[in-house]
Nanobody, 122 residues
Framework: QVQLVESGGGLVQAGGSLKLSCVTS????????MGWFRQAPGKEREFVAA????????YYAASVKGRFTVSRDNAKNILFLQMSNLKPEDTAVYYC???????????????WGQGTQVTVST
């Protein structure tokens, strides 16, 4: 059974940091692009960041570029999202996702986690 399980969410003050993790299991994701999306209350889910399956190429939404860093450890089957200088507008449920080979900023990803809540207070 394929699983993506996020953790690391929580409540943090504006300007603070959090590091999200996504542990994968059930299949080999080493040849999958991995990504993070988020959904704020009353809004559609949006792309946050992604990392390619080879070469470590990274992609970011303009709203998080320079503040968030995506990385992966294929040996341990873990995807990370280091979030710094958090803002109240970063408040959302954060989801990890996986798809074969190619990164896309659309929601056309094959596998999704259940999400972890991030709340940034003023």
């Amino acid at each position: 059974q394929v699983q993506l399980v996020e953790s690391g969410g929580g409540l943090v003050q504006a300007g603070g940091s959090l590091k999200l993790s996504c542990v994968t299991s059930g299949r080999d994701f080493s040849k999958h692009a991995m990504g993070w999306f988020r959904q704020a209350p009353g809004k559609e889910r949006e792309f946050v960041a992604a990392i390619s399956w080879v070469g470590g190429n990274t992609y970011y939404a303009a709203s998080v570029k320079g503040r968030f860093t995506v990385s992966r450890d294929n040996a341990k089957n873990i995807l990370f999202l280091q979030m710094s200088n958090l803002k109240p507008e970063d408040t959302a449920v954060y989801y990890c996702a996986a798809r074969p080979y190619v990164v896309t900023m659309l929601e056309d990803w094959d596998y999704w986690g259940q999400g972890t809540q991030v709340t940034v207070s003023t």
